[in-house]
C-alpha cells in the first residue's frame, strides 16, 4: 500500500493553496474589470485601472488574462456560459413538457428572456454590472464576433423552435422578432433611467420584474404582428400558433 510522505502531503496542499489563490485573483480580476468596462466602456478603462482598483502589478492583470481585448473577452465568456446554461435548462423543459409539439411562445420568450432579467434583479452586483455591460456591446459592431461567438449558439437552438411554433411565418420574420426581442431585453435591463424622467418618478427602470411582466406580452404580440406581416403565404395565421 502506497503511503504519501508528510513531506508530500505538504507540498500537495501548498500547490492546492496557490491554484486556489491564482483562481481567487483572476475571479478578482474579472469582477473589477467587468465593473469598469460597465461603468466606463472598453475605451474609457484601461489595464492600469484595472491593476489599480484589483491592488496588483499589471503584469499579474497580463499573466491571469492576457492584453486588453482578451481580458474584455474573458469578462464576457465568464457569464455567458452560466447564461447558457440555464437558457438551455428552460428550453430542455420546455421540449419535455411539450411532447414533441410545438413550444408555446410564451415559454420560448421566457425561456431566453428570464434568465437575463433574474440575474440583474437578483444576482447582486456582478450580474448587474454583466447586465449593464451587455446592454452597452452588444449592438455594437465593435464586438459583434465576441458576443456571436458566447451567444449565438443558443440562440439558434431557440430560433429552431420559434420556426417551429410560428410554422406560417417565413424565416425573415422570425429573425427579426428574434432580435426585436433581444432589442427590448438589454433597452430594459440597461436601466437608463428615461421611464422615470417621462414618468415624474412614477415608474422606475429598476424594477425590471415589473417590467417583465409587460414585456412578455409586448413581445409575444409583437412576434404574432412580424409573423402576420411576413407570413410565407399572406394570411393572417396567429390563430395557428401553438396555445399558450
Request: charged share 25%; glycine share 8%.
Amino acid at each position: 500500500m502506497n503511503r504519501s510522505s508528510p513531506r508530500q502531503i505538504t507540498r500537495q496542499t501548498a500547490v492546492a493553496l496557490r491554484r486556489r489563490g491564482s483562481e481567487a485573483t483572476r475571479e478578482s480580476i474579472l469582477d473589477v474589470a467587468e465593473r469598469l468596462f460597465a461603468h466606463f466602456g472598453y475605451d474609457g478603462t484601461s489595464i492600469r485601472d484595472v491593476a489599480k482598483s484589483v491592488g496588483v502589478q499589471i503584469a499579474v492583470i497580463s499573466y491571469h488574462c492576457g492584453p486588453k481585448e482578451s481580458l474584455f473577452e474573458a469578462v464576457i465568456e465568464r457569464r455567458a456560459a452560466v447564461m447558457a446554461d440555464r437558457r438551455l435548462s428552460a428550453l430542455e423543459h420546455s421540449r419535455t413538457a411539450a411532447a414533441g409539439a410545438p413550444i408555446s411562445l410564451d415559454a420560448l420568450i421566457k425561456g431566453y428572456v428570464w434568465p437575463f432579467i433574474d440575474w440583474s434583479t437578483h444576482g447582486g452586483e456582478g450580474w448587474k454590472n454583466y447586465a449593464h455591460l451587455i446592454a452597452r456591446v452588444a449592438n455594437s459592431p465593435r464586438w459583434a464576433a465576441i458576443i456571436s461567438k458566447h451567444f449565438d449558439g443558443v440562440a439558434r437552438q431557440y430560433l429552431a423552435e420559434f420556426r417551429r411554433s410560428l410554422p406560417e411565418a417565413s424565416t425573415n420574420a422570425v429573425h427579426l422578432g428574434f432580435s426585436f426581442m433581444i432589442g427590448t431585453m438589454l433597452y430594459t435591463c440597461a436601466e437608463a433611467g428615461e421611464i422615470d424622467r417621462r414618468s415624474d418618478g412614477k415608474f422606475r427602470s429598476s424594477d425590471l420584474e415589473t417590467a417583465f411582466e409587460s414585456m412578455l406580452p409586448f413581445i409575444h404580440g409583437g412576434f404574432l404582428a412580424v409573423a402576420d406581416h411576413l407570413s410565407h403565404d399572406g394570411v393572417k395565421f396567429h390563430q395557428k400558433c401553438p396555445a399558450d
